[in-house]
Every structure is written in C-alpha cells, then in structure tokens.
T-cell receptor, first 116, second 112 residues
Framework: GAVVSQHPSWVICKSGTSVKIECRSL??????MFWYRQFPKQSLMLMAT?????????EQGVEKDKFLINHASLTLSTLTVTSAHPEDSSFYIC????????????FGQGTRLTVV | KQEVTQIPAALSVPEGENLVLNCSFT??????LQWFRQDPGKGLTSLLL?????REQTSGRLNASLDKSSGRSTLYIAASQPGDSATYLC???????????FGTGTKLQVIP
C-alpha cells in the first residue's frame, strides 16, 4: 500500500506556543488530505479537508484560526496548532487519498501532542 | 450527515473463537468502507477495503461484508488470537469531498 508519513510522532510544548505537524505522501500525489483528532477512548473526528493549492474546508466547530492548515504541494500538508492550550492535547492523524474516486485512504502514524 | 455506529463497544472472547463485529451507517450513498485496527497509543492499520459495488472482501482470517442498502457491514474474525486484541474501527467514505467518517470502535480482547 501507499505510504503516508507524519512528523513528529510525539511532541510536548508549553502553553501559548505553536506546533506544526507535517503529513507527507511518500510515493504518490495527494490532491486531498484530511486531518483528524482523537481524544482518549474516543473515535477519530474529522477536523478539516485540505486541498492542494486552495483553502482548507473545516468541519463545524473547528476553529480555523487556531488550526492552520496548509497544503502547498501534492505531497505535503501541514497542521499548525497556534497558541496551544492543554485542552488541545490530543492524538492528531492525517490521511491522504491516491486518486480522486473510490480509492483507499492511507493514514499517517499519528502525532501525540501534549501541551503543558 | 453521515453517522457510523459500531456494536458492541467492547468484546472479550477466549482464544480460538470466531467473532463478528458490526458497523452501521446512516447514509447508504457511500464510495467505499474500510476496516482498521488501532493498537493503544498507535496509528491505524488498514485491514480491508470494500468498494460500494462489492459484497465482501477477505484477507487471511478476516472477512468483511457490506450491505449498502441496509447500511451495514460486518467484520468476521476466524479463530481469534491474543494478537488480535485491539480496537477495530469501521470507516465510511462518502460525501462530496469523499470524507471518511469513523465509527465509534469496538475494543476487542482475546484471552489466551
């Protein structure tokens, strides 16, 4: 299967700082990438859909100014958590799809963010 | 809005048993459905992908079925092993951007 690489796998940051998470499709081009977050013992919730060269589409309730998404190339999307607070501590995971129709979604290994 | 539910939420079985995990979704206009496993604190491992035109997919001891019209999918695990212990997630691909909506998950424990 295709490979989606996410970096870093874990990060600890202080309250008020910003953290950037990268998601790369290593062996295919992804016009669309998705960002999810997962709270402990809960399922994955879609945060936003990232389209190469255009603005991301955020799900209801997700603050676009707090979670900045950039999809500057067909192989890279970034999620920046700005002015992080302890309640932003979560597991963030990205997904990319190869092709546009009926294709399998490939997931990164996730990033564990802890804000202290 | 697509909603995906998995039953049961947790399951504990002795090693060697065959078991069935259930997934239901509200909008039957799907592109495909995937089953994943997630180990504690880890990312997702894709198990099976079923396209909307397919009825089932098999991989080793795993068999997934899809009944799109009724909004249901099942994951059958044969001869369960302790290594199968994990949370199993059902994910439905639907909507204009082909968003993947995850189910609530089934936490499986296989007892040696």
């Amino acid at each position: 299967g295709a490979v989606v690489s996410q970096h870093p796998s874990w990060v600890i940051c202080k309250s008020g700082t910003s953290v950037k998470i990268e998601c790369r499709s290593l062996d295919f081009q992804a016009t669309t990438m998705f960002w999810y977050r997962q709270f402990p013992k809960q399922s994955l919730m879609l945060m936003a859909t990232s389209n190469e060269g255009s603005k991301a589409t955020y799900e209801q309730g997700v603050e676009k100014d707090k979670f900045l998404i950039n999809h500057a190339s067909l192989t890279l999307s970034t999620l920046t958590v700005t002015s992080a607070h302890p309640e932003d501590s979560s597991f963030y995971i990205c997904s990319a799809r190869r092709g546009s129709v009926n294709t399998e979604a490939f997931f990164g290994q996730g990033t564990r963010l802890t804000v202290v | 809005k697509q909603e995906v539910t998995q039953i049961p939420a947790a399951l504990s079985v002795p090693e060697g048993e065959n078991l069935v995990l259930n997934c239901s979704f509200t909008d039957s206009a799907i592109y495909n459905l995937q089953w994943f496993r997630q180990d504690p604190g880890k990312g997702l491992t894709s198990l099976l992908l079923i396209q909307s035109s397919q009825r089932e997919q098999t991989s080793g001891r795993l068999n997934a079925s899809l009944d799109k019209s009724s909004g249901r999918s099942t994951l059958y695990i044969a001869a369960s092993q302790p290594g199968d212990s994990a949370t199993y997630l059902c994910a439905v691909n639907s909507g204009g951007y082909q968003k993947v909506t995850f189910g609530t998950g089934t936490k499986l424990q296989v007892i040696p």
